[in-house]
């Protein structure tokens, strides 16, 4: 170990670290917006994470601390949360404010506070880590692109609707907007805690978490939400929850949108449609900035973008993803696995069915003919030619899989070293694993 390696060490965040953080993260980040200056968004993000944020408490925090003066040199976050994969929980630690001051960086201070990340969860069972960032960057750390975000159309600002009156719906009533108040938080609550039960990837909120996203944070937080209902009357239906201002190329984002009941999303998408024109009307005057687009970091196959006006088609980006321990992943989705399997009336023929990850392997048991146990066991030296084997897939694959991202037939073709033993065994596995829409919006 170097004498410049013995100069740090890494700690857990204190509440007392608010204004260095803040003051390091808002001089590191977005440096191009803000043309070198520090960004005030980002420094009351970073506040805001620290002073009462439900996701988040002070140890949440990693820092790399220089011993010589004890100040932070370097300083990322994990925002703990739990998601849900077609019912399932889902718990899932999201990496936030990933910086290091200019004048402390080739001392590979990201490595180190990473190490200490993933091994903090994998002492706590968090089994999956996501992040957005730089191109390529954290593949090196062991993350993949294995999450869909974005590849909704964008719609021309002339192309959505003019305000004017309300859809009636089949009993007579009017969906419309409004902004969100905190007293529509157990309504929010509701709505989510029923998509979880749906097939979709979800990240859920409580009333407290709506409360926070409505009224909660500081008006400059950078990951501040503006966030409005789908009301019938008193009945709050759905919500949409967009960026509270225009892009630089003058788009308003919309992060998450949502609708009660399925059969009301031709009559929600008109609504909230129309309410995404006034608003962005609305900030086209504030800012003196013209107002070009809608632009939704929603999938393709959202019901808003199926059923909103014709848009320009965008490609779809991806979320870092990781797992330390894919077995125990498989293990927490057991219970999905074996409903897939009932579903197509599957029934596995032998005691076990065993998936090599090279190096690892994980052994599906079942008990007349349904999954019972995944356990982990003792990869084979080569898991290609062992007749106990049934299928052999890496491990980036497998997460890939897990989480809905890829089918079986796109991993086969994407991964020459992705192997498996019968037809069976591709069937089964071809169900276990279908795609899955992603309806997470993440609790930054």
């Known amino acids: 170990m170097t004498r410049e390696h013995d100069r740090y060490k890494i700690r857990a965040g204190r509440a007392s670290d608010v204004r260095e953080l803040a003051h390091l993260h808002a001089s590191v980040q977005l440096q ?14 970073v506040e805001d994470l620290l002073d009462g944020h439900p996701s988040v408490v002070p140890d949440d925090f990693l820092v790399a601390e220089d011993t010589t003066t004890g100040r932070p040199a370097a300083s990322l976050v994990g925002l703990r949360q739990d998601w849900s994969l077609a019912g399932i929980p889902l718990p899932v630690a999201q990496i936030e404010l990933v910086g290091t001051a200019p ?7 990201t490595e180190r506070l990473f190490a200490q990340l993933h091994q903090r969860y994998a002492d706590d069972g968090v089994p999956l880590q996501v992040i957005e960032g730089i191109p390529y960057f954290y593949r090196r750390l ?32 009017t969906l419309t907007m409004r902004p969100a108040t905190v007293a529509d938080a157990p309504g929010l609550a ?78 929600a998408a008109d609504a909230m449609h129309t309410y995404l024109g006034d608003a962005g009307r609305q900030y086209e005057a504030a800012a003196k900035q013209p107002f070009t687009a809608a632009r939704f970091l929603l999938d393709p196959d959202h019901p808003l973008a199926r ?24 293990a927490r989705l057991r219970p999905l696995l074996r409903r897939r399997w009932q579903a197509a009336g599957l029934r596995w023929p032998e005691p076990t069915l065993t998936v090599d990850m090279y190096g690892h392997a994980a052994r599906l048991e079942f008990t007349g003919g349904e999954l019972t146990a995944v356990t982990a066991t003792r990869g084979t030296v080569s898991p290609s030619t062992d007749p106990q084997t049934h299928a052999a897939i890496p491990p980036g694959a497998l997460l890939h899989l897990a989480l809905g991202y890829r089918t079986l ?9 992705c192997l498996l033993r019968d037809r069976r065994t591709e069937q089964f596995l071809s169900t276990a694993f279908p795609r899955v829409p992603v309806r997470v919006w993440s609790r930054n």
């Open 307 to 330: 059923y909103g006006p014709p848009g320009v088609p965008r490609r779809p980006r991806g979320w870092y993803a990781r797992t330390g321990d894919p077995v125990g992943l498989l």
């Open 142 to 173: 062991g993350y993949d692109y294995a999450l869909a975000n974005d590849g909704a159309p964008t719609v021309p600002s002339a192309m959505l609707p003019i305000a004017g009156h309300g859809q009636p719906d089949s009993s007579g009533g």
């Open 409 to 417: 037939p796109e991993v086969l073709d994407a991964w020459p070293d």
């Open 103 to 109: 004048e402390h960086r080739g001392n590979r201070l």
């Open 32 to 45: 191009a917006v803000t043309g070198g200056q520090p960004h005030p968004g980002i420094a009351a993000w």
């Open 190 to 267: 509701g709505i989510d805690e029923r998509l979880t039960g749906g097939d979709a990837l979800v990240c859920s909120r409580d009333a407290e978490a709506w409360r926070y996203e409505i009224a909660g944070r500081r008006l400059a937080d950078i990951a501040r939400r503006a966030v409005a209902v789908l009301v019938d009357g008193a009945d709050v239906r759905g919500y949409l929850v967009h960026i509270p201002r225009l892009s630089g190329t003058g788009e308003l984002t919309v992060v998450a949108a949502a609708c009660d009941r399925p059969a009301d999303w031709p009559r």
